[in-house]
């Protein structure tokens, strides 16, 4: 991996052609962050991505879903990463986009009760109250998605959908449910297992946090960033990059499971 200290100097020798546009979506953290927050957070993955391309990257922090689909679809960003999993998924799959990483951990929905709780198994969440994300959110499809194939549905139980995984967890600690879903790379989960409550189930792994680019980016160009993307935690300023945005690592072998990832959420 090049030194962070020499990325301006690669950046000099980059192409003369309109700066490509990287774009960030935090799901439904993305409203809480301003425009220069997001810009120390993600300005070097931008420019760690401008040296291995090769040509200038300008930051694009997309707060709006449909400003974000509407970006895909139009190919007027030319690399997106977002943490609801299924819009990379869908940019591959519906708009000719190509995969480049996602991060990991991978994502996992998790099921969860406090810790004095008489529930035991998953199946006892049958007829209980349960609490979920907003209906829209990703995590509330991944969930849905989960839960239906351990034999739960989901329209059958006594769910309130929430604005945000912040109130699954007062809905828990205020005993108006009995059991919650949150994601498993959410603030809320570390810090539920950490306060002795547990953790009634685990999903399946999914790709978390998946970087794609458009038709417009070479072959060469998306290998140069991926190795790149590798080698971060190879050293210490890497694996600092890596810990402002909350990801151990990057993964280039995701491919297959993203594309069927929006098989797995719906069917």
């Known amino acids: 991996m090049c030194s962070f200290s020499v990325l301006w100097a690669g950046l000099a020798q980059a192409q003369t052609e309109a700066p490509l546009l990287l774009s960030v979506n935090e799901g439904s953290s993305s409203s809480g962050l301003s425009h220069s927050q997001a810009a120390?957070?993600?300005?070097?993955?931008?420019?760690?991505?401008?040296?291995?391309?090769k040509t200038k990257v300008n930051l694009?922090?997309?707060?709006?879903?449909?400003?974000?689909?509407e970006g895909m679809r139009t190919g007027r960003f030319d690399f997106v990463m977002?943490?609801?999993s299924d819009y990379p998924a869908r940019a591959i799959r519906d708009y000719s986009y190509s995969?480049?990483?996602?991060?990991?951990?991978d994502g996992r929905c998790l099921i969860v009760v406090p810790k004095d709780s008489p529930l035991k198994?998953?199946?006892?969440?049958?007829?209980?109250?349960i609490a979920m994300p907003d209906k829209a959110a990703y995590m509330s499809h991944f969930c849905t998605a989960e839960l239906k194939k351990q034999g739960i549905a989901l329209e059958r139980e006594n769910v309130n959908f929430l604005r945000e995984?912040?109130?699954?967890?007062?809905?828990?600690?205020?005993?108006?449910?009995d059991v919650g879903a949150i994601s498993s790379y959410s603030k809320q989960a570390a810090k539920w297992e950490q306060d002795g409550n547990r953790v009634l189930h685990k999903s399946v792994a999914q790709p978390y946090f998946p970087l794609v680019a458009s038709?417009?980016?070479?072959?060469?160009?998306?290998?140069?960033?991926?190795?790149?993307?590798?080698a971060l935690s190879e050293s210490e300023q890497?694996?600092?990059?890596?810990?402002?945005i909350g990801i151990e690592r990057f993964d280039t072998g995701s491919e297959p499971r993203l594309r069927e990832l929006l098989k797995w959420l719906h069917g």
């Not at 199946?123 to 109250?129: L, S």
């Not at 070479?218 to 993307?229: D, F, G």
């Not at 890497?238 to 402002?244: D, P, T």
């Open 165 to 177: 995984q912040g109130a699954v967890v007062f809905y828990l600690e205020s005993k108006l449910a």
């Open 238 to 244: 890497g694996k600092e990059m890596l810990n402002r």
């Open 215 to 230: 038709k417009k980016i070479r072959p060469e160009q998306i290998k140069a960033v991926q190795a790149e993307l590798l």
């Open 60 to 69: 694009v922090f997309t707060r709006e879903f449909e400003q974000l689909d």
């Open 99 to 105: 995969y480049v990483s996602s991060a990991k951990p």
């Open 40 to 53: 120390a957070k993600y300005q070097w993955l931008a420019d760690l991505i401008s040296h291995a391309a």
């Open 121 to 129: 198994t998953l199946a006892d969440i049958k007829g209980k109250r």
């Open 82 to 84: 977002a943490r609801p």
